[in-house]
Each structure stands twice: as structure tokens, then as C-alpha cells.
């Protein structure tokens, strides 16, 4: 049977959810994550509370007010099951360090304000530029993405937005040049970044993707021959722009993410 841990949260739980992830992700038993966000009332923390008795597991708690995290920790040692208030020992090494006292704010990460617009106009920017749209805004970038399809190209640009980063993407067609633009670009100093892939596994891809809408498996699109050629060619451009290269085969999309904001920052433009 799978065991069950649930998150708690007083904002969106984005927090919680990435601190449980991390630490489940070391463990090879199955688990059903339940989480629990917006708690910001006697009310709902006894609703959480209800759902813990009735399905005990571990918690998770990332909870600013301290009365209300104090009511999940006593229900929980009450319920006789461990619970976990994850920010507690940073905030008070923080507070130590800097000799003054945290100021408790539910969901303070989440302020609107200049990075916050940032990151609102690397989101519209990344949409706007998906699959090569609007070439001549390709300068703007502050990276662009290139690589043939089913490269994790739109996601990767859609992540980079989310934190505030400009990022457009150019789809290498066969048989079509790749835009004017994307040169123009690289030339003005706009870094270019290749994602590739195995071919073989693209090529899985594709036929899956082929499935799902319906087309011939057999279509050239996912043709393993056609795929290498792809790539091959591909390469050959990444090569003649200088183009760092990223195999995103087995590479989740955090991580393709996080590889590009490293070069950009040892660029300076992140």
C-alpha cells in the first residue's frame, strides 16, 4: 500500500510541494502526496487536520503564523504521527544571524513588483515567440532556443519565463533555412543555446505524439533515418553559430533550465 504525507501550506503550497518532492524523491516507497493549501484560518486547519486523521501519515508544514502551525504539530502528535515544520530552524538561524526577529508573512514570496513584472513580460514574450513567431523580436531575447522538434523547446522557454527570463524559441524545419533573424541575433551578441536529443528517442517521441492526434506511425516525421538526418543538420548549424549544445535525452526540464541560466549568468545576462 501506498503511504500517504501530507503538505501544508498557508499560501499556494508551490513551497511545500518542492521541499516534499525533493526529500520523497530519495525514497523508492510509493506515496500519495496530499496537500493542503490556503490554511489561513482555525476553520481550515482543522479541516487538514480532519484529513490527516482520517488518512495518518507524515506532515510537511510550511505555515508563517505560529498559532496555527502550533495547532497542526499538536493535532499531529495527538493523531501519533511525525510532523515537520520545514522553515523553522532557516528562519531562526536567519533571525540569530541578522539579530532581529522574522516578520511573519503568508505567501510574502509572492510580491508584485518590478521582477514580478519581469517575469509577467517573459511570459507573454515566450508565448509570443513560440515555434519561431515574430522572428524580428528574436533581439530582444536575452537567450534563444533552437533544435529540431520534440526537443522540450516551448516547456524550457515557458520554465526560463517564470523567472523572468526572455526566452524565444526557433524550430529547425527540414528543408526550410533556419530564419535570417536567428543569425542577425546571434550576431548582436544574443546568446544561442541547441537542444538535441538521441534520435532514437525522438523518435519515440514522435510516433507517440503521431498517436495521440491520430497520423500513420509510419510517417516521415518519426522516421528513425529522418530523425538522425534532423540532428546531423542541426548540429551543423549549432557548430557553424557557435552554439553550446544541450542533450536534454535524459535531462528533465529543471534541469535543462537550470544549465541555461548558469550560462547566462557566466555571460552576465541573468
Known sequence: MAKTV?????????????????ALSLFEERVEKRLHIFLRSPAEIDAAIDEIRAAPGPVIVT???????????????????PATPVLQPVIAMLEAEFGAPARPRMGGQYVVDDLYYRRVDAIDYAMAMDDGALSQRLSRADVILSGVSRTSKTPTCIYLAVRGVKAANVPLI?????????????????????????????????????????????????????????????????????????????????????????????????
Open 63 to 81: 505555515m508563517v503564523d505560529e498559532a496555527l502551525r502550533r495547532r497542526v504539530l499538536d493535532a499531529a502528535a495527538e493523531i501519533g504521527v
Open 174 to 270: 527540414p528543408g526550410v533555412e533556419p530564419p535570417e533573424a536567428l543569425f542577425e541575433a546571434a550576431a548582436k551578441g544574443v546568446p544561442v543555446v541547441g537542444l538535441t536529443a538521441s534520435p532514437t528517442r525522438l523518435a519515440q517521441i514522435r510516433s507517440h505524439r503521431l498517436e495521440v492526434i491520430g497520423h500513420d506511425r509510419g510517417a516521415e516525421y518519426a522516421m528513425l533515418d529522418q530523425v538522425r538526418r534532423e540532428v546531423a543538420e542541426a548540429r551543423l548549424l549549432f557548430e557553424r553559430i557557435g552554439a553550446p549544445v544541450i542533450d536534454v535525452t535524459r535531462r528533465s526540464i529543471e534541469e535543462t533550465a537550470a544549465e541555461i541560466m548558469a550560462m547566462l549568468r557566466a555571460a552576465g545576462r541573468a
Open 6 to 22: 501530507h503538505l501544508l501550506s498557508d499560501s499556494t503550497g508551490e513551497t511545500v510541494s518542492r521541499i516534499g518532492s525533493a
